[in-house]
């Protein structure tokens, strides 16, 4: 099992930039594929970007690209989301994820508040 705890949320201006991280308990965390996922308000939550153990990785939703770059140090049981240029539309909550065969682990989760 893994526990997740994210950080650095807040509140910024379009066209700014945050970056969250995602602290990771455990010594296995480089077996882990790390995700980071978001949930507008009334919205589906949606799987934003997710690295690999290797330290590859994909991203999920086409707005995001060239904007938000993942990252990860197994050594530090750590992953970052940064991200920039931000937009209106990427206000939402963020979460982390852990996902290793049938399990996935979620951190509680990060607001993001992107005003206009």
């Known amino acids: 099992q893994v526990q997740l705890v994210e950080s650095g949320g807040g509140l910024v201006q379009a066209g700014g930039s945050l970056t969250l991280s995602c602290a990771a308990s455990g010594s296995t965390f480089s077996t882990y594929t790390m995700g980071w996922f978001r949930q507008a308000p009334g919205k589906e939550r949606e799987s934003v970007e997710a690295t690999w153990g290797s330290g590859g990785s994909t991203v999920y939703v086409e707005s995001v690209k060239g904007r938000f770059t993942m990252s990860r140090d197994n050594t530090k049981n750590t992953m970052w989301l940064q991200m920039s240029s931000l937009k209106p539309e990427d206000t939402a909550v963020y979460y982390c994820?852990?996902?290793?065969?049938?399990?996935?682990?979620w951190g509680q989760g990060t607001q993001v508040t992107v005003s206009s």
């Open positions: 994820s852990a996902e290793r065969g049938p399990f996935t682990y």
